[in-house]
C-alpha cells in the first residue's frame, strides 16, 4: 500500500486513506451485524449489563493505544477470538501504515482501529456495538476495585465492598418480608403486602447464591440464563 501512495501527493494521499477506512468501516459494520443476532430472542434484545471495554479509558483502548505505538498487535489479541485474529490483524497494519500520512490520518487511523477491536471484542460475547465511550464514564465502585484490585496483587478491598452491600441488601429485603408477614387470614390486602415484600426477599438471596456459585459468562449473561430466569416460577 505503501509503495501505491508515493506515486500521489500528500492531500491525494489523506483523501484515499480515508476513503479507504470509511469503506472498511461500512464493511465492517454490515458484516457485524449478524453477530449481534444470538443476542435476540423472540424479537426482543436483552438488556445487557454495562462493561467498561468500550471506554476510552477502559483497558482494551489503552492497549490498542500501546499496541499501535509499539506497532505489536499481540498487546489486542487476548481480547479477540482467535477466529477473530484475522480481522484485527489486517485492520492493525492498515492502522499502522495510515498513522505515518500524518496527524489527521493518525487520529482517523487509530479511531478506526478502536472502533474494530471493540466491536469485534463485544460481538465475541453477544454484546451490540454501541460505539467508543468517552474517558471518565461513571462505573459505579466495582469495576474500578476489581481493577485496582489486579494493579494492587490484593483482593481484600473488593470482598468487603461486595460483602457490605450484600449485607445491606439482605437485611433491607429481609426486613420488608418479616415485618409483613404476621397479617391475619381474612386480611387479603395485608397478605398481598406480605407477598410482595416476600418475593422479591427471596429472589434476591436467589440470585446472590447463583452468582456467588455460578460461574462469570463476561460482560453478559448467556441465554441459557435468560431463559432460567424467565421459566423460574413464581413463589
Known amino acids: 500500500m505503501e509503495n501505491a501512495l508515493r506515486h500521489f501527493n500528500r492531500p491525494m494521499m489523506l483523501a484515499l486513506a480515508l476513503l479507504v477506512m470509511v469503506t472498511e468501516r ?6 457485524g451485524l449478524e453477530r449481534l443476532l444470538p443476542g435476540i430472542e423472540g424479537g426482543v434484545l436483552f438488556a445487557w449489563a454495562i462493561g467498561h471495554c468500550d471506554t476510552l479509558d477502559g483497558p482494551v483502548i489503552k492497549l490498542a493505544r500501546k499496541a499501535l505505538e509499539t506497532e505489536n498487535v499481540n498487546h489486542v489479541l487476548p481480547w479477540v477470538r482467535p477466529e477473530d485474529e484475522h480481522e484485527i490483524r489486517h485492520a492493525f497494519q492498515h492502522a499502522v501504515s495510515v498513522r505515518k500520512l500524518g496527524p489527521s490520518a493518525r487520529e482517523l487511523a ?3 482501529f478502536f472502533e474494530t477491536l471493540v466491536r469485534v471484542h463485544r460481538a465475541s460475547e453477544g454484546a451490540p456495538y454501541t460505539g467508543l465511550k468517552p474517558a471518565g464514564a461513571d462505573l ?6 476489581a481493577d485496582k484490585a489486579l494493579e494492587d496483587g490484593s483482593v481484600e478491598t473488593v470482598v468487603k465492598l461486595l460483602t457490605d452491600a450484600v449485607r445491606a441488601g439482605v437485611h433491607r429485603h429481609f426486613h420488608a418480608a418479616v415485618s409483613r408477614r404476621h397479617f391475619a387470614v381474612d386480611d387479603v390486602a395485608a397478605g398481598r403486602e406480605y407477598v410482595e415484600a416476600y418475593v422479591p426477599y427471596v ?3 436467589e ?8 460461574a462469570a459468562h463476561g460482560h453478559y449473561p448467556e441465554h441459557g440464563a435468560q431463559e432460567h430466569e424467565h421459566a423460574a416460577p413464581v413463589h
Open 140 to 145: 459505579g465502585p466495582a469495576v474500578p476495585a
Open 110 to 112: 487509530d479511531t478506526h
Open 203 to 205: 429472589h434476591y438471596v
Open 207 to 214: 440470585q446472590l447464591w447463583d452468582t456467588a456459585t455460578g
Open 26 to 31: 461500512v464493511i465492517s459494520y454490515c458484516f
